[in-house]
């Protein structure tokens, strides 16, 4: 459902009302039906396994209750929508725990919404991966854009650029490296993924001329990942590293910082990104935007991230699928 208030339901019903002309598997929504019963037909369904019959006439909703639909003002986030954001987190979950549902798309939700309503984790990404969790295994999620031909995943995610090194320590790093190597063979189906590092710093550090972190922490990783059979480069420069994935000499790079690897992206497709979570027992992918409540509020959204993501998420679990038949 993603933040009711924000561009969800509109760019979930013209990805629906897209369905024919694109193609795509068909899905459903958890979500109050009061969110798009006025835009679109609707079928409230009882269980996954309704909407393929509903979904060439009407949109499926399997409906969660949402306190406070009756006044919803599109474009004013409200901290009690919090709860049925999060049950429509946690039952999409359930669902592909249960192979119920192939995978998991979430459309924005804004943090502070729920940071006000007591949510516990820092956002999507680390709930899900604590609903995937057993008593005996803390998943460690990595974060991979995909978009412009480019797929990078980051080593760091929300941190201030000043605390990054308190988070690229060798063991995150190999943490990281082993995920994305395991996620490129498992659910995009590379029988050798071809990895590179970035460099933190300009020039990659430039033999510890300008920076030593590439000398001292990213290259002794790398060095030891290849010994144990990964194609990873040591840190590539970050103002070629990109150019370098694009014309075919990596299939992904892992970039050290947020921003390093959103940029370039973004810069390339900016409405197309797609974010998707590896590391976790499921397929979860989405738009790579947040929840635009201006745009929301003009009736303005557009759907091309969200389409993506759906699109996304079908070829990464029919891959995943395949593999382990």
Not at 161 to 169: A, P, S
Not at 232 to 238: L, V
Request: hydrophobic share 40%.
């Amino acid at each position: 459902m993603g933040d009711p208030a924000g561009c969800g339901p509109q760019i979930t019903v013209k990805a629906w009302e897209q369905r024919e002309a694109l193609g795509f598997s068909p899905f459903f929504v958890l979500a109050d039906p009061k969110l798009y019963a006025a835009s679109v037909p609707i079928a409230e369904i009882s269980s996954p396994d309704e909407a393929m019959d509903a979904f060439g006439a009407a949109l499926p909703v399997l409906p969660i209750e949402l306190s406070g639909a009756d006044a919803l003002q599109t474009g004013t986030p409200r901290s009690e929508y919090a709860s049925a954001i999060t049950r429509s987190i946690s039952k999409a979950t359930q669902f592909c725990l249960s192979g119920k549902a192939a995978a998991v798309v979430t459309n924005p939700i804004n943090k502070a919404v729920l940071y006000d309503a007591g949510f516990q984790f820092p956002g999507h990404t680390e709930y899900i991966a604590d609903l995937c969790s057993t008593g005996e295994t803390n998943l460690k999620p990595v974060m991979m854009l995909v978009g412009g031909g480019l797929r990078v995943a980051l080593a760091s995610i929300h941190v201030p650029l000043m605390r990054v090194l308190d988070h690229l320590t060798p063991q995150t790093l190999i943490e990281t490296s082993k995920i994305t190597h395991n996620a490129l063979v498992e659910r995009f189906g590379l029988a050798s993924p071809r990895i590179a590092f970035s460099g933190l710093n300009p020039h990659a550090g430039e033999d510890g001329t300008i920076g030593t972190e590439e000398r001292d922490i990213i290259n002794p990783v790398a060095s030891s990942l290849r010994a144990e059979g990964l194609n990873i480069s040591d840190a590539r420069p970050g103002d070629t590293v990109f150019h370098e994935a694009l014309s075919g000499e990596y299939d992904a790079v892992i970039a050290m910082t947020h921003d390093q690897g959103l940029i370039p992206v973004k810069t390339l497709d900016m409405w197309g990104g797609v974010n998707t979570t590896l590391g976790l027992p499921i397929v979860r992918t989405s738009p790579d935007h947040g929840t635009a409540y201006d745009a929301a509020a003009q009736g303005a959204c557009r759907p091309d991230s969200l389409i993506a993501a759906l699109k996304l998420a079908a070829d990464l679990a029919s891959i995943q699928r395949t593999a382990h038949d």
